[in-house]
T-cell receptor, first 110, second 113 residues
């Protein structure tokens, strides 16, 4: 089955700096790669996703890149703000069978 | 329909008791998933339904766990003879299916004492 590894487990940045979170996956059949943000006491919320036929996708301050050959994908957050502080999860999926990384706790210091 | 609803939000139970959780997905979503999440970990897949059919169960899902989605709408997850190791957040998610993002509920936090 799919195995997703995520790094780093914790990340602390100064407000306004960029943050990068990286994930690798094992199943070359995976073709859908979402990212979720989870705040305390809430369920994960989808923030951006990318499909295997696309190399990069951007939505305002958030971007995701995918390297299918190397089987890794990354989340980039620019101009970080304190409200970006949360736990971020990557996931990989084939036909809806989704597996998650262990999460990255991002702290943005004001 | 404002999203995925889970009930209860919190459940404290004594070891050995049975508990049941409910999930109401987004109405037009035909796929429904159950995940378990422990502190500092990502969600771990338990089982999923396509309409009323349970299509896959994780090896994490011991015989004490059972899930149903009788009419293809809401789902229940029952844990029999709870153990302390069952303490976790139980998350439900729904999706249209295929490669679409999940919409998660806020979860049910189970504490077994």
């Amino acid at each position: 089955g799919e195995n997703v590894e995520q790094h780093p487990s914790t990340l602390s940045v100064q407000e306004g700096d960029s943050a990068v979170i990286k994930c690798t996956y094992s199943d070359s059949a995976s073709n859908y790669f979402p990212w979720y943000k989870q705040e305390l006491g809430k369920g994960p919320q989808l923030i951006i996703d990318i499909r295997s036929n696309v190399g990069e996708k951007k939505d305002q301050r958030i971007a995701v890149t995918l390297n299918k050959t190397a089987k890794h994908f990354s989340l980039h957050i620019t101009e970080t703000q304190p409200e970006d502080s949360a736990v971020y999860f990557c996931a990989a999926s084939e036909l809806g069978d989704m597996r998650f990384g262990a999460g990255t706790r991002l702290t943005v210091k004001p | 329909d404002t999203g995925v609803s889970q009930d209860p939000r919190h459940k404290i139970t004594k070891r050995g008791q049975n508990v049941t959780f409910r999930c109401d997905p987004i109405s037009e979503h035909n796929r429904l998933y159950w995940y378990r999440q422990t502190l500092g970990q990502g969600p771990e897949f338990l089982t999923y339904f396509q309409n009323e059919a349970q299509l896959e169960k994780s090896r994490l899902l011991s015989d004490r766990f059972s899930a149903e989605r009788p009419k293809g709408s809401f789902s229940t997850l029952e844990i029999q003879r709870t153990e302390q190791g069952d303490s976790a957040m139980y998350l439900c998610a729904s999706t249209l299916g295929g490669d679409y993002g999940y919409t998660f509920g806020s979860g049910t936090r189970l504490t077994v004492v």
